[in-house]
């Protein structure tokens, strides 16, 4: 029985640290578990759950993400109302807008923008995360009819074109069209749900940063070329970036075209306006983006052996052999970049933020107009501006409270206890704390958003194991004391106390090092 006892004092004392780093870790955005709205489809690889909401939080959004009972993040109704001019449109997450609140998405800023002018117009939003062009067409020759658009507009991104190539993305297989614009017909395979250590953050840490060293040291990583020349492995969808386009593209290109081809017939049966937007990557309007893109992700090739304008130019290049409408939208977000100096995209996650969907929807706005496709009838009533995303929502900002609300509490606290020290040098003692606590989150915080996003989450575990190791090396001998505390309680089998004991022994050694430096103590505060 006594080994017995030993055995689960042990087992406790493991589990409570695997707990421990699975609750650090989810505290980086880049390896917390995220919900999903997709789910397997035996035709599209994958759509959206109808009828669902989820919440999606990083360090630089926090959104809640609904959909309708057509599983799209719409409320347009499917049977289009008379008199009534339609704007369906098809892309991925850019569309989908999986990192902004409805009210700040170019789809729904321009059905309000239109609206407001008092043209009859509805806009149903089609896109879907991790969609490549056959995905989005497939879907649009299945449920597009029902819509009766009479505008389609086609939003296709760089990495679309790879994996237009593609039978599988990620865990779900996908769909393809062949070069001549029919579908290939094959069974798609539901992967089944993901594993529980697929749901877990030490379970996201071995998929992104320990199983591709793994796969790397063994071999060419999957889904991986090496330019010529170069020494470093490159992810295939960047393929289209390169001047030399490796013979792998090829196939690729080829459905990428039978894909649009399939897109254009289907509008002309229906009689629908297509038009194509490529959406360039932060690299390609942003020139700062473009060289922190070029040394961290391809790895410091030469600039001339590659281009962040090339995947944009083989989409227009398509169109105009297609004889599909296309608009380029680069020149004037390079202008509204260079001039506003604010960026349009998200640091981490890559796609448009409030201001870059801001600006996409006042020039799809000025364009579409230009090119009269809204007819008489629809024309604008009166003339409305779009109202600028601010920089903030206004009011005081969250921190502030949460600040204020501890000075207030814990000065208090800190006055009762001890009352021989005046209060108001009490209250400028924990203000003082306090601010160093808040400026080390806040501006670590914004440090870390100017690093690399690969290169963030290390840099946070090193701060943490810093300050974790000048609290062992400010315990010292202690560290004796304390090992051989748990070595008894683990020996005696008392493993029912093992949760408490490692508990209070972890505050306590954080709170004595705390006490007896005033300049590591910050640092401590903050990681609780």
Known sequence: ????????????????????????????????????INRFDPELGWSKKPDAKIGRSTSEFDITFETNDDGLRDDTPKAKQPS???????????????????????????????????????????GTEGYATDQEVLWFEENGAAYAPDLVLLFPYE???????????????????????????????????????????????????????????????????????????????????????????DDALARTKGSLLALERRCRELGARLLMVPIPSESAIQEDERQ????????????DAWSPDRPVDLFLGLGRDLGIETIDVRKKLRMIAEDGGEPLYFAQEWHFNPRGNETFAEILH?????????????????????????????????????????????????????????????????????????????????????????????LLIGFAVAVLGFVAYKLGRRIATITELIKAFTLRGHWYLMPLVVVLLSIGSLLVVAASSPLIAPFIYTLF
């Open 84 to 126: 009534t001019f339609r704007v369906l449109m098809l892309g991925d997450s850019f569309v989908l807008g999986y990192t902004v609140d409805r009210k700040n998405l170019f789809v729904d800023e321009l059905e309000t923008w239109w609206q407001a002018e008092g043209r009859r117009v509805d806009v149903v939003n089609a």
């Open 366 to 458: 000025e364009e579409l107009d230009a090119r009269g496709v809204f007819p008489a009838d629809h024309s604008a009533i009166t003339e409305v501006t779009l109202d600028p995303v601010p920089a903030h929502e206004g009011g005081v900002p969250t921190w502030l409270w949460v600040f204020g609300g501890l000075w207030g509490l814990l000065g208090v606290c800190y006055a009762a206890t001890y009352r021989d020290e005046k209060p108001l040098l009490a209250f400028l003692k924990v203000g003082g704390l306090l601010a160093l606590v808040f400026a080390i989150v806040l501006g670590g915080g914004k440090l870390l958003a100017l690093a690399p996003p690969s290169l963030g989450p290390w």
């Open 159 to 249: 990495n679309d074109i790879y994996w237009n190539g593609q039978e599988k993305y990620t865990r779900f297989p996908k769909p393809r069209y062949r070069p001549d614009g029919t579908l290939e017909k094959r069974e798609l395979t539901d992967p089944g749900p993901r594993s529980w250590f697929q749901h877990t953050a030490i379970g996201n840490l071995y998929a992104k940063e320990i199983a591709p060293k793994l796969a790397r040291s063994s071999g060419p990583p999957p889904n991986h070329f090496q330019p010529a020349g170069q020494e470093r492995w490159i992810y295939d969808e960047f393929a289209p970036l390169f001047v030399h386009q490796p013979p792998f593209l």
């Open 292 to 303: 922190k893109f070029q040394e961290t992700v391809l790895h410091g090739i030469p600039a």
């Open 1 to 36: 029985m006594r080994y017995l006892n030993v055995f689960l004092a042990v087992l406790v004392s493991v589990v409570l640290g695997v707990l421990v780093f699975e609750g650090g870790l989810r505290l980086f955005p880049a390896f917390r578990p995220t919900e999903t």
